[in-house]
Protein backbone atom coordinates (compact mmCIF):
# COMPACT_ATOMS: atom_id res chain seq x y z
CA UNK A 1 0.00 0.00 0.00
CA UNK A 2 1.08 3.25 -1.11
CA UNK A 3 2.92 5.24 1.78
CA UNK A 4 0.88 8.38 0.94
CA UNK A 5 -2.59 6.43 1.15
CA UNK A 6 -1.76 5.27 4.66
CA UNK A 7 -0.96 8.63 5.97
CA UNK A 8 -4.00 10.23 3.73
CA UNK A 9 -6.27 7.35 6.25
CA UNK A 10 -3.86 8.59 10.02
CA UNK A 11 -5.62 12.27 9.19
CA UNK A 12 -9.16 11.02 10.16
CA UNK A 13 -10.57 12.45 13.01
CA UNK A 14 -11.15 9.90 16.52
CA UNK A 15 -14.63 10.93 16.35
CA UNK A 16 -14.42 9.63 12.80
CA UNK A 17 -13.79 6.05 13.85
CA UNK A 18 -15.47 5.53 16.85
CA UNK A 19 -19.24 6.52 14.69
CA UNK A 20 -18.05 4.06 12.09
CA UNK A 21 -17.68 1.39 14.56
CA UNK A 22 -20.78 2.50 16.80
CA UNK A 23 -22.74 2.28 13.18
CA UNK A 24 -21.52 -1.55 13.58
CA UNK A 25 -21.84 -2.42 16.62
CA UNK A 26 -25.73 -1.12 17.34
CA UNK A 27 -27.16 -3.74 14.62
CA UNK A 28 -25.40 -6.45 15.95
CA UNK A 29 -27.67 -6.51 19.16
CA UNK A 30 -30.75 -7.69 17.72
CA UNK A 31 -33.40 -9.19 19.68
CA UNK A 32 -32.88 -12.82 18.43
CA UNK A 33 -29.20 -12.46 17.70
CA UNK A 34 -29.55 -11.95 14.21
CA UNK A 35 -26.49 -11.71 13.03
CA UNK A 36 -27.05 -10.39 9.61
CA UNK A 37 -27.57 -6.99 10.72
CA UNK A 38 -24.13 -6.31 12.03
CA UNK A 39 -22.97 -6.82 8.69
CA UNK A 40 -25.37 -4.56 7.42
CA UNK A 41 -25.14 -2.18 10.06
CA UNK A 42 -22.60 -0.48 7.90
CA UNK A 43 -23.48 -1.65 4.62
CA UNK A 44 -25.42 1.47 3.57
CA UNK A 45 -22.57 3.92 4.17
CA UNK A 46 -21.16 5.72 1.55
CA UNK A 47 -17.54 7.93 0.92
CA UNK A 48 -17.92 10.92 2.82
CA UNK A 49 -16.80 13.13 -0.46
CA UNK A 50 -20.40 11.36 -2.25
CA UNK A 51 -22.64 12.87 0.55
CA UNK A 52 -24.35 15.94 -0.17
CA UNK A 53 -26.81 18.09 2.41
CA UNK A 54 -30.22 17.06 3.19
CA UNK A 55 -32.80 18.63 4.01
CA UNK A 56 -33.04 18.17 7.67
CA UNK A 57 -37.21 18.06 7.77
CA UNK A 58 -36.86 16.07 4.93
CA UNK A 59 -34.60 13.15 6.74
CA UNK A 60 -36.03 13.50 9.63
CA UNK A 61 -39.43 12.91 9.02
CA UNK A 62 -38.13 9.56 6.63
CA UNK A 63 -36.17 8.41 9.53
CA UNK A 64 -39.43 8.23 12.14
CA UNK A 65 -41.49 6.86 8.71
CA UNK A 66 -38.88 3.88 8.51
CA UNK A 67 -38.33 3.48 12.39
CA UNK A 68 -42.47 3.42 12.53
CA UNK A 69 -42.39 0.87 9.57
CA UNK A 70 -39.35 -1.33 11.87
CA UNK A 71 -41.74 -1.14 14.77
CA UNK A 72 -45.11 -2.13 12.92
CA UNK A 73 -43.38 -4.94 11.12
CA UNK A 74 -42.04 -6.43 14.42
CA UNK A 75 -45.27 -6.61 16.07
CA UNK A 76 -46.22 -10.47 15.20
CA UNK A 77 -48.30 -11.48 18.36
CA UNK A 78 -49.02 -14.83 17.00
CA UNK A 79 -45.17 -15.79 16.89
CA UNK A 80 -44.34 -17.28 19.97
CA UNK A 81 -47.08 -19.26 20.00
CA UNK A 82 -46.48 -20.89 16.34
CA UNK A 83 -45.04 -23.83 17.60
CA UNK A 84 -48.04 -24.82 20.44
CA UNK A 85 -50.68 -23.92 17.59
CA UNK A 86 -49.00 -26.44 15.06
CA UNK A 87 -48.81 -28.98 17.98
CA UNK A 88 -52.71 -28.01 18.90
CA UNK A 89 -55.99 -29.60 18.05
CA UNK A 90 -56.12 -27.08 15.22
CA UNK A 91 -53.58 -28.25 13.14
CA UNK A 92 -52.78 -31.74 14.72
CA UNK A 93 -49.22 -32.16 13.76
CA UNK A 94 -46.82 -34.59 16.23
CA UNK A 95 -44.38 -33.21 17.93
CA UNK A 96 -41.75 -35.40 15.55
CA UNK A 97 -42.80 -33.79 12.60
CA UNK A 98 -42.40 -30.67 14.27
CA UNK A 99 -39.05 -31.28 15.45
CA UNK A 100 -37.59 -33.48 12.78
CA UNK A 101 -39.16 -32.53 8.92
CA UNK A 102 -41.01 -28.96 9.25
CA UNK A 103 -38.03 -26.95 11.21
CA UNK A 104 -35.09 -27.67 10.28
CA UNK A 105 -36.35 -26.44 6.84
CA UNK A 106 -35.63 -22.94 8.77
CA UNK A 107 -32.20 -23.49 8.50
CA UNK A 108 -31.71 -25.06 4.97
CA UNK A 109 -33.90 -22.03 3.76
CA UNK A 110 -31.94 -19.06 5.70
CA UNK A 111 -28.90 -20.82 4.49
CA UNK A 112 -29.79 -20.77 0.75
CA UNK A 113 -31.16 -17.14 0.82
CA UNK A 114 -28.88 -15.79 3.18
CA UNK A 115 -25.63 -14.55 -0.07
CA UNK A 116 -28.26 -13.47 -3.11
CA UNK A 117 -30.61 -11.58 0.41
CA UNK A 118 -27.07 -9.65 1.28
CA UNK A 119 -26.24 -8.87 -2.87
CA UNK A 120 -29.62 -7.82 -4.06
CA UNK A 121 -29.92 -5.46 -0.66
CA UNK A 122 -27.06 -3.67 -2.32
CA UNK A 123 -27.82 -4.15 -6.23
CA UNK A 124 -31.42 -3.24 -5.66
CA UNK A 125 -30.99 -0.39 -3.03
CA UNK A 126 -32.52 -1.67 -0.01
CA UNK A 127 -36.74 -1.21 -0.83
CA UNK A 128 -37.29 -4.38 -3.39
CA UNK A 129 -35.87 -6.35 -0.21
CA UNK A 130 -37.84 -5.00 2.29
CA UNK A 131 -40.92 -5.41 -0.05
CA UNK A 132 -39.98 -9.35 -0.20
CA UNK A 133 -39.54 -9.55 3.39
CA UNK A 134 -42.73 -8.00 3.82
CA UNK A 135 -44.92 -10.54 0.83
CA UNK A 136 -43.00 -13.38 2.82
CA UNK A 137 -44.12 -12.13 6.04
CA UNK A 138 -47.76 -12.24 4.76
CA UNK A 139 -47.01 -15.50 2.78
CA UNK A 140 -46.01 -17.41 6.34
CA UNK A 141 -49.57 -16.28 8.00
CA UNK A 142 -51.95 -17.66 4.84
CA UNK A 143 -50.21 -20.83 5.43
CA UNK A 144 -50.71 -20.92 9.06
CA UNK A 145 -53.89 -20.15 8.89
CA UNK A 146 -55.40 -22.14 5.75
CA UNK A 147 -52.44 -24.84 5.65
CA UNK A 148 -52.88 -28.00 6.71
CA UNK A 149 -49.69 -30.59 5.33
CA UNK A 150 -46.66 -31.24 6.38
CA UNK A 151 -45.96 -30.23 2.66
CA UNK A 152 -47.48 -26.90 3.24
CA UNK A 153 -45.95 -26.16 6.81
CA UNK A 154 -42.48 -26.74 5.28
CA UNK A 155 -43.66 -24.47 2.74
CA UNK A 156 -43.87 -21.85 5.67
CA UNK A 157 -40.49 -22.77 7.22
CA UNK A 158 -38.86 -21.66 3.68
CA UNK A 159 -40.73 -18.37 3.56
CA UNK A 160 -39.97 -17.75 7.55
CA UNK A 161 -35.69 -18.18 6.28
CA UNK A 162 -36.49 -15.78 3.41
CA UNK A 163 -37.70 -13.15 6.20
CA UNK A 164 -34.67 -13.58 8.34
CA UNK A 165 -32.33 -13.24 5.47
CA UNK A 166 -33.75 -9.80 4.24
CA UNK A 167 -33.49 -8.31 7.82
CA UNK A 168 -30.53 -6.93 6.38
CA UNK A 169 -32.11 -4.60 4.39
CA UNK A 170 -33.52 -2.72 6.80
CA UNK A 171 -30.40 -2.26 9.00
CA UNK A 172 -28.91 -0.69 6.21
CA UNK A 173 -31.30 0.90 4.79
CA UNK A 174 -31.40 3.95 7.71
CA UNK A 175 -27.79 4.97 6.97
CA UNK A 176 -28.93 5.88 3.03
CA UNK A 177 -30.89 8.43 4.56
CA UNK A 178 -28.64 10.86 6.49
CA UNK A 179 -25.39 12.34 6.65
CA UNK A 180 -22.56 10.59 8.25
CA UNK A 181 -22.56 12.66 11.05
CA UNK A 182 -26.07 11.31 12.34
CA UNK A 183 -25.15 7.32 11.92
CA UNK A 184 -25.34 7.28 15.61
CA UNK A 185 -28.45 8.54 16.53
CA UNK A 186 -30.44 7.05 13.64
CA UNK A 187 -28.71 3.43 14.39
CA UNK A 188 -30.33 4.03 17.96
CA UNK A 189 -33.69 4.70 16.93
CA UNK A 190 -34.24 1.94 14.39
CA UNK A 191 -32.40 -0.34 16.86
CA UNK A 192 -35.02 1.14 19.54
CA UNK A 193 -37.45 0.91 17.45
CA UNK A 194 -37.40 -3.32 16.22
CA UNK A 195 -36.60 -3.96 20.20
CA UNK A 196 -39.76 -1.87 21.25
CA UNK A 197 -41.75 -3.85 18.47
CA UNK A 198 -40.77 -7.17 19.52
CA UNK A 199 -41.64 -6.70 23.31
CA UNK A 200 -44.92 -4.99 22.37
CA UNK A 201 -45.65 -8.07 20.41
CA UNK A 202 -44.88 -10.66 22.87
CA UNK A 203 -46.49 -8.91 25.40
CA UNK A 204 -49.62 -8.09 23.27
CA UNK A 205 -49.84 -11.86 22.43
CA UNK A 206 -49.58 -13.07 25.83
CA UNK A 207 -51.76 -10.64 27.36
CA UNK A 208 -54.55 -11.73 24.35
CA UNK A 209 -53.98 -15.68 25.16
CA UNK A 210 -53.92 -14.76 28.92
CA UNK A 211 -57.14 -12.20 29.40
CA UNK A 212 -58.61 -12.35 26.31
CA UNK A 213 -58.77 -15.92 26.16
CA UNK A 214 -58.44 -16.35 22.49
CA UNK A 215 -57.68 -19.14 20.14
CA UNK A 216 -54.20 -19.84 18.61
CA UNK A 217 -56.02 -19.57 15.27
CA UNK A 218 -57.48 -16.10 15.94
CA UNK A 219 -54.46 -14.63 17.51
CA UNK A 220 -52.68 -16.07 13.95
CA UNK A 221 -55.25 -13.82 12.56
CA UNK A 222 -54.28 -10.74 13.84
CA UNK A 223 -50.75 -11.45 13.26
CA UNK A 224 -51.63 -11.58 9.82
CA UNK A 225 -53.34 -8.14 9.58
CA UNK A 226 -50.10 -6.50 11.38
CA UNK A 227 -47.98 -7.86 8.43
CA UNK A 228 -50.20 -6.77 5.51
CA UNK A 229 -50.07 -3.65 7.28
CA UNK A 230 -46.37 -3.76 7.34
CA UNK A 231 -46.47 -4.72 3.56
CA UNK A 232 -48.18 -1.77 3.05
CA UNK A 233 -45.67 0.45 4.50
CA UNK A 234 -42.79 -1.10 2.66
CA UNK A 235 -44.54 0.30 -0.69
CA UNK A 236 -44.42 3.99 0.64
CA UNK A 237 -40.81 3.50 1.69
CA UNK A 238 -38.55 6.25 -0.56
CA UNK A 239 -35.81 4.49 -3.03
CA UNK A 240 -32.40 5.28 -1.86
CA UNK A 241 -30.52 6.30 -4.90
CA UNK A 242 -26.86 4.84 -3.37
CA UNK A 243 -25.63 1.75 -2.04
CA UNK A 244 -22.22 0.56 -0.58
CA UNK A 245 -20.69 -2.03 -2.87
CA UNK A 246 -22.33 -2.18 -6.69
CA UNK A 247 -23.95 1.72 -6.93
CA UNK A 248 -20.91 2.79 -5.30
CA UNK A 249 -18.36 0.85 -7.75
CA UNK A 250 -20.08 1.92 -10.98
CA UNK A 251 -19.63 5.52 -9.88
CA UNK A 252 -16.14 4.85 -9.01
CA UNK A 253 -15.69 3.47 -12.42
CA UNK A 254 -17.14 7.09 -13.61
CA UNK A 255 -14.54 8.89 -11.67
CA UNK A 256 -11.58 7.02 -13.38
CA UNK A 257 -12.75 7.80 -16.57
CA UNK A 258 -12.88 11.53 -15.80
CA UNK A 259 -8.95 11.15 -13.87
CA UNK A 260 -7.27 7.65 -15.24
CA UNK A 261 -3.95 8.39 -13.34
CA UNK A 262 -5.82 8.36 -10.35
CA UNK A 263 -4.68 5.51 -8.11
CA UNK A 264 -7.46 2.76 -7.51
CA UNK A 265 -7.06 2.93 -3.81
CA UNK A 266 -7.75 6.93 -4.22
CA UNK A 267 -10.24 5.41 -5.99
CA UNK A 268 -11.97 3.61 -3.46
CA UNK A 269 -11.42 6.15 -1.09
CA UNK A 270 -12.19 9.24 -2.18
CA UNK A 271 -11.57 11.13 1.36
CA UNK A 272 -7.93 10.19 0.48
CA UNK A 273 -7.62 12.64 -2.33
CA UNK A 274 -4.04 13.42 -2.36
CA UNK A 275 -1.93 11.45 -5.32
CA UNK A 276 -0.31 8.01 -4.62
CA UNK A 277 3.65 7.55 -4.69
CA UNK A 278 3.70 4.27 -5.35
CA UNK A 279 0.50 3.19 -7.27
CA UNK A 280 0.94 3.48 -10.83
CA UNK A 281 -1.91 4.21 -12.96
CA UNK A 282 -4.34 2.54 -14.27
CA UNK A 283 -5.71 3.03 -17.49
CA UNK A 284 -8.68 1.13 -17.37
CA UNK A 285 -11.58 -0.24 -14.85
CA UNK A 286 -12.06 -3.40 -14.71
CA UNK A 287 -14.39 -5.92 -12.52
CA UNK A 288 -11.51 -7.10 -10.32
CA UNK A 289 -11.35 -2.99 -9.25
CA UNK A 290 -14.96 -3.02 -7.27
CA UNK A 291 -14.76 -2.76 -4.25
CA UNK A 292 -16.94 -5.63 -3.78
CA UNK A 293 -13.33 -7.52 -5.38
CA UNK A 294 -10.80 -6.10 -4.06
CA UNK A 295 -12.52 -6.13 -0.58
CA UNK A 296 -13.07 -10.23 -0.81
CA UNK A 297 -8.90 -10.37 -1.80
CA UNK A 298 -8.25 -8.72 1.61
CA UNK A 299 -10.33 -10.60 3.83
CA UNK A 300 -8.42 -13.92 3.66
CA UNK A 301 -5.93 -11.18 5.90
CA UNK A 302 -8.45 -11.02 8.31
CA UNK A 303 -7.37 -14.46 9.07
CA UNK A 304 -3.93 -13.17 10.47
CA UNK A 305 -5.17 -11.00 13.27
CA UNK A 306 -5.45 -12.78 16.28
CA UNK A 307 -8.25 -10.58 18.13
CA UNK A 308 -10.11 -10.21 14.78
CA UNK A 309 -10.12 -14.39 14.47
CA UNK A 310 -10.84 -15.06 17.64
CA UNK A 311 -13.75 -13.21 17.59
CA UNK A 312 -15.04 -14.01 14.17
CA UNK A 313 -14.68 -17.58 14.98
CA UNK A 314 -16.63 -17.28 18.25
CA UNK A 315 -19.38 -15.19 15.84
CA UNK A 316 -19.17 -18.55 13.72
CA UNK A 317 -19.88 -21.22 16.73
CA UNK A 318 -21.36 -19.64 19.35
CA UNK A 319 -24.20 -18.13 17.36
CA UNK A 320 -24.82 -21.37 15.46
CA UNK A 321 -25.83 -22.85 19.54
CA UNK A 322 -27.43 -19.51 19.95
CA UNK A 323 -29.73 -20.43 17.19
CA UNK A 324 -30.10 -23.70 17.53
CA UNK A 325 -31.19 -22.95 20.68
CA UNK A 326 -33.64 -20.46 19.76
CA UNK A 327 -35.28 -22.31 17.07
CA UNK A 328 -36.37 -25.92 18.91
CA UNK A 329 -36.64 -24.12 22.77
CA UNK A 330 -40.39 -23.53 21.96
CA UNK A 331 -40.74 -27.72 21.05
CA UNK A 332 -39.20 -28.30 24.59
CA UNK A 333 -41.35 -26.03 26.65
CA UNK A 334 -44.29 -28.01 25.09
CA UNK A 335 -43.08 -30.85 26.00
CA UNK A 336 -42.00 -30.09 29.28
CA UNK A 337 -45.84 -28.72 30.07
CA UNK A 338 -48.03 -29.13 27.00
CA UNK A 339 -50.47 -26.62 25.92
CA UNK A 340 -53.89 -27.63 26.39
CA UNK A 341 -57.42 -26.10 26.84
CA UNK A 342 -56.96 -25.72 31.00
CA UNK A 343 -53.53 -24.66 30.68
CA UNK A 344 -52.38 -21.76 29.24
CA UNK A 345 -48.55 -21.23 28.42
CA UNK A 346 -46.28 -18.43 28.68
CA UNK A 347 -44.11 -18.11 26.01
CA UNK A 348 -44.89 -14.16 24.68
CA UNK A 349 -44.06 -13.42 28.44
CA UNK A 350 -40.70 -15.34 28.30
CA UNK A 351 -40.03 -13.69 24.84
CA UNK A 352 -40.68 -9.76 26.60
CA UNK A 353 -38.14 -11.30 29.91
CA UNK A 354 -35.76 -12.42 27.46
CA UNK A 355 -35.81 -9.20 25.14
CA UNK A 356 -35.92 -6.86 27.85
CA UNK A 357 -32.94 -8.62 29.44
CA UNK A 358 -31.04 -8.69 26.39
CA UNK A 359 -31.41 -4.74 25.93
CA UNK A 360 -29.85 -4.71 29.14
CA UNK A 361 -27.06 -6.81 29.06
CA UNK A 362 -26.10 -5.59 25.19
CA UNK A 363 -26.15 -1.60 27.09
CA UNK A 364 -23.90 -3.21 30.38
CA UNK A 365 -21.60 -3.90 27.61
CA UNK A 366 -20.44 -0.48 26.94
CA UNK A 367 -19.51 0.25 30.40
CA UNK A 368 -17.56 -3.20 31.05
CA UNK A 369 -13.41 -1.86 30.74
CA UNK A 370 -11.68 -4.88 30.50
CA UNK A 371 -8.04 -5.19 28.37
CA UNK A 372 -10.13 -7.26 26.09
CA UNK A 373 -6.60 -8.67 24.12
CA UNK A 374 -5.79 -10.45 27.25
CA UNK A 375 -8.74 -11.52 28.34
CA UNK A 376 -11.18 -12.06 25.93
CA UNK A 377 -10.83 -16.05 25.88
CA UNK A 378 -11.27 -16.22 29.11
CA UNK A 379 -14.27 -14.25 29.43
CA UNK A 380 -15.76 -16.08 26.68
CA UNK A 381 -14.77 -19.26 28.43
CA UNK A 382 -16.38 -18.48 31.39
CA UNK A 383 -19.61 -17.13 29.86
CA UNK A 384 -19.64 -20.12 27.15
CA UNK A 385 -19.81 -22.58 30.64
CA UNK A 386 -22.10 -20.25 31.82
CA UNK A 387 -24.36 -20.90 28.82
CA UNK A 388 -23.45 -25.15 28.43
CA UNK A 389 -24.95 -24.97 32.37
CA UNK A 390 -28.11 -23.77 31.40
CA UNK A 391 -28.30 -25.57 28.15
CA UNK A 392 -28.07 -28.84 30.51
CA UNK A 393 -30.69 -27.62 33.25
CA UNK A 394 -33.03 -27.17 29.66
CA UNK A 395 -32.40 -30.67 29.05
CA UNK A 396 -32.94 -32.47 32.16
CA UNK A 397 -35.35 -30.17 33.79
CA UNK A 398 -39.47 -31.21 34.47
CA UNK A 399 -40.14 -27.50 35.84
CA UNK A 400 -41.13 -25.40 33.07
CA UNK A 401 -40.47 -22.18 35.10
CA UNK A 402 -37.08 -23.72 35.54
CA UNK A 403 -36.75 -23.95 31.93
CA UNK A 404 -37.76 -20.38 31.00
CA UNK A 405 -35.34 -18.60 33.83
CA UNK A 406 -32.77 -20.67 32.52
CA UNK A 407 -33.61 -19.53 28.62
CA UNK A 408 -33.81 -15.63 29.62
CA UNK A 409 -30.30 -16.04 31.07
CA UNK A 410 -28.94 -18.05 28.24
CA UNK A 411 -30.46 -15.36 25.87
CA UNK A 412 -29.54 -12.71 27.91
CA UNK A 413 -25.75 -13.61 28.30
CA UNK A 414 -25.01 -14.28 24.74
CA UNK A 415 -26.08 -10.58 23.67
CA UNK A 416 -24.32 -9.09 26.11
CA UNK A 417 -21.13 -10.49 23.92
CA UNK A 418 -22.47 -9.53 20.84
CA UNK A 419 -21.22 -5.86 21.14
CA UNK A 420 -18.40 -6.43 22.19
CA UNK A 421 -17.61 -8.61 19.68
CA UNK A 422 -18.54 -6.34 16.95
CA UNK A 423 -16.67 -3.62 18.36
CA UNK A 424 -13.43 -5.81 18.49
CA UNK A 425 -14.15 -7.11 14.82
CA UNK A 426 -14.83 -3.38 13.51
CA UNK A 427 -12.64 -1.16 15.18
CA UNK A 428 -9.80 -2.21 13.02
CA UNK A 429 -11.58 -2.77 9.68
CA UNK A 430 -12.82 -0.30 7.04
CA UNK A 431 -16.57 0.39 7.20
CA UNK A 432 -17.05 -2.00 4.18
CA UNK A 433 -15.03 -4.76 4.82
CA UNK A 434 -16.74 -4.56 8.30
CA UNK A 435 -19.76 -5.85 6.45
CA UNK A 436 -18.13 -8.23 4.57
CA UNK A 437 -16.73 -9.83 7.42
CA UNK A 438 -19.78 -9.28 8.91
CA UNK A 439 -22.04 -11.42 6.73
CA UNK A 440 -18.76 -13.83 5.71
CA UNK A 441 -19.34 -15.13 9.80
CA UNK A 442 -22.79 -15.18 9.64
CA UNK A 443 -22.83 -17.39 6.47
CA UNK A 444 -20.33 -19.75 7.80
CA UNK A 445 -22.61 -19.72 10.96
CA UNK A 446 -25.64 -20.79 8.73
CA UNK A 447 -23.59 -23.30 7.04
CA UNK A 448 -22.74 -24.69 10.62
CA UNK A 449 -26.16 -24.63 11.49
CA UNK A 450 -27.45 -26.29 8.78
CA UNK A 451 -24.94 -29.54 9.00
CA UNK A 452 -25.72 -30.24 12.90
CA UNK A 453 -29.74 -30.09 11.89
CA UNK A 454 -28.97 -32.03 9.36
CA UNK A 455 -26.74 -34.83 11.58
CA UNK A 456 -29.02 -34.95 14.70
CA UNK A 457 -32.42 -33.04 13.70
CA UNK A 458 -33.33 -33.95 10.56
CA UNK A 459 -35.31 -36.85 9.82
CA UNK A 460 -32.79 -38.07 7.32
CA UNK A 461 -30.31 -37.76 9.91
CA UNK A 462 -30.45 -39.33 13.45
CA UNK A 463 -34.02 -37.78 14.33
CA UNK A 464 -33.29 -37.05 17.71
CA UNK A 465 -35.70 -35.84 20.22
CA UNK A 466 -35.93 -32.61 21.33
CA UNK A 467 -34.26 -33.47 25.14
CA UNK A 468 -31.82 -35.02 23.37
CA UNK A 469 -31.02 -32.24 20.96
CA UNK A 470 -30.55 -30.31 23.78
CA UNK A 471 -27.83 -32.81 25.03
CA UNK A 472 -25.95 -32.18 22.00
CA UNK A 473 -25.89 -29.20 22.74
CA UNK A 474 -24.68 -29.21 26.07
CA UNK A 475 -21.80 -30.88 24.98
CA UNK A 476 -21.34 -28.39 21.60
CA UNK A 477 -21.18 -25.90 24.03
CA UNK A 478 -18.66 -28.03 26.80
CA UNK A 479 -16.49 -28.37 23.95
CA UNK A 480 -16.42 -24.35 23.03
CA UNK A 481 -15.71 -24.07 26.43
CA UNK A 482 -12.48 -26.32 27.08
CA UNK A 483 -10.83 -24.62 24.03
CA UNK A 484 -11.75 -21.15 25.38
CA UNK A 485 -10.26 -21.94 28.31
CA UNK A 486 -7.15 -23.72 26.62
CA UNK A 487 -6.16 -20.67 24.43
CA UNK A 488 -7.08 -18.44 27.52
CA UNK A 489 -4.27 -20.31 29.01
CA UNK A 490 -2.22 -20.50 26.36
CA UNK A 491 -2.84 -16.26 26.02
CA UNK A 492 -2.29 -15.45 29.44
CA UNK A 493 0.86 -17.22 29.61
CA UNK A 494 2.50 -15.88 26.67
CA UNK A 495 1.67 -12.14 27.79
CA UNK A 496 3.18 -12.31 31.69
CA UNK A 497 5.76 -14.24 30.31
CA UNK A 498 6.55 -11.29 27.80
CA UNK A 499 5.85 -8.51 30.14
CA UNK A 500 8.18 -9.99 32.37
CA UNK A 501 10.85 -10.28 29.39
CA UNK A 502 10.00 -6.42 28.46
CA UNK A 503 8.18 -6.57 25.80
CA UNK A 504 5.05 -6.42 24.19
CA UNK A 505 2.58 -9.36 23.07
CA UNK A 506 1.89 -10.61 19.75
CA UNK A 507 -0.85 -8.97 19.71
CA UNK A 508 -0.11 -5.60 20.68
CA UNK A 509 2.46 -5.04 18.05
CA UNK A 510 -0.80 -6.52 15.01
CA UNK A 511 -1.08 -4.18 11.96
CA UNK A 512 -4.78 -3.43 10.78
CA UNK A 513 -5.92 -5.51 7.97
CA UNK A 514 -8.03 -3.18 5.83
CA UNK A 515 -8.13 -0.87 2.68
CA UNK A 516 -8.15 1.64 4.99
CA UNK A 517 -5.74 2.05 7.80
CA UNK A 518 -6.61 3.33 11.47
CA UNK A 519 -4.48 3.62 14.13
CA UNK A 520 -3.75 -0.16 15.81
CA UNK A 521 -4.18 1.02 19.19
CA UNK A 522 -7.88 1.70 18.89
CA UNK A 523 -8.35 -2.30 19.36
CA UNK A 524 -6.36 -2.92 22.36
CA UNK A 525 -8.62 0.38 24.10
CA UNK A 526 -10.52 -1.24 26.59
CA UNK A 527 -14.58 -1.72 25.69
CA UNK A 528 -15.90 1.36 28.26
CA UNK A 529 -18.47 4.00 27.89
CA UNK A 530 -18.43 6.03 25.12
CA UNK A 531 -15.68 3.94 23.13
CA UNK A 532 -18.59 0.66 22.39
CA UNK A 533 -22.09 0.99 21.10
CA UNK A 534 -24.77 0.57 23.61
CA UNK A 535 -28.23 -0.12 22.30
Not at 155 to 171: L, P
Not at 432 to 460: Q, Y
Request: glycine letters at 6%.
Amino acid sequence: MAAGDTEGSGDRSEEEKEMDQKACEYFEQQEDGDVAMAASAVEAQSPPGEEKARDPRKWKWSVIFLCFYGFMVSIKPGEPFITPYLLSPEKNFTREQVTNEITPVLTYSYMAVLVPAFLLTDLLRYKPVLILQGISQVVIWVILLLGSTLLQMQFMEFFYGITMACRVAYSSYIFSLVNPVLYQRVAGYSRSSVLLGVFTSSVLGQLCLSLGNISFYTLNGISLGFVSFGLLLSLCLPWPKRSLFFNRATQAQRELVAAATKPELDKMNPEDGGPSSAAPPRPASTWKDSVFVQMLLEVRNVLKRPNLRLWSLWWVFNSTGYYLVLFYVHILWNKVYPATENKKVYNGGVEAASTLLSAITAFAAGFVKIRWHIWSELVIGVITAVQAGLLLLMGTTENIWVCYIAYVLFRGFYQFLVPVATFQIASSLTKELCALVFGINTFFGTVLKSIINLIFSDKRGLALDVHSQFLVYFIYFTILTVVYFVCAAVVIVRHYRNERGGGGGARDQATPTELNPVVSSKELEPLSNGKSGKP
